[in-house]
């Protein structure tokens, strides 16, 4: 499969989730494994902004990246954040050398390997939901096309996350993305609960928690919500 056709599938996959009861979380799990097949990088994570401005990651490629996304916002600093605030792409060429607004991020991107980053906006018009983060190991700036097709991928899940502004008050849409957040957070806890009762990882722990909800057809997070409620993850575990 080239990578057109590649493209051309992730558009296709990601419209078909826009259905009238869609899940954002997978929404944007979906756009980050959809960055990191097309584009020459080797992490990636969506931040997501609720109405007072308070941040929380959304997606992520890896538990080592969803660190750093949290990382950034603990510390109220980095690129993720300025493009959301400013609605502008931020690149970084060389995080060992461009440090001046974010030593803090750069000093622990480096650490985990990244070397450059382009933080890409979730924005419609003057709309602003978040950003997504593509991380590279080896310095340097992504060509105008891979940053093309990161934006359009990052659009199309902006409009996913407002497509119901369309004739509906500003606190309905505050109260789908306030969902969003609370949805992520009980993940994160499901993630927990798995890792400890399988001994795995907390990446491990999110593979088979989104393998059963896809296998038998039910929503991450209320499947997640069942973990954290105590019910039986013997089937989630060990799948057959």
Avoid at 46 to 61: E, H, K, T, Y
Avoid at 129 to 153: E, K, Y
């Amino acid at each position: 499969m080239d990578r057109y056709e590649g493209l051309a599938r992730a558009f296709v996959g990601l419209a078909d989730t826009l259905v009238a009861d869609f899940d954002v979380v997978e929404l944007a799990q979906q756009l980050v494994e959809h960055a990191m097949a097309l584009l020459p990088i080797d992490a990636a994570g969506i931040v997501l902004a609720d109405v007072d401005g308070r941040f929380q990651v959304l997606a992520s490629n890896s538990e080592q990246t969803r660190l750093l996304e949290l990382f950034q916002i603990q510390h109220d600093n980095g690129p993720c954040l300025l493009a959301y605030r400013t609605g502008e792409q931020v690149v970084i060429e060389d995080l060992r050398i461009d440090v001046d607004h974010w030593s803090e991020f750069a000093s622990r991107a480096t650490e985990d390997g990244f070397l450059s980053v382009h933080a890409l906006p979730l924005r419609l018009r003057d709309d602003r939901v978040g950003a997504l983060n593509l991380l590279r190991s080896d310095p340097g700036i992504l060509s105008d096309t891979d940053i093309a097709i990161g934006q359009a991928l990052a659009d199309v899940a902006t409009i996913g996350i407002l497509h119901q502004r369309v004739a509906a008050k500003s606190d309905v849409l505050n109260q789908q993305l306030q969902t969003a957040l609370n949805t992520r957070t009980v993940i994160e806890q499901a993630k927990g609960v798995l890792a400890e009762r399988g001994g795995v990882d907390m990446d491990a722990a999110f593979t088979l928690l989104r393998g059963y909800a896809r296998r038998n057809n039910r929503r991450l997070a209320e499947l997640a919500r069942a973990v954290v409620d105590g019910a039986d993850t013997a089937a989630i575990i060990h799948p057959h």
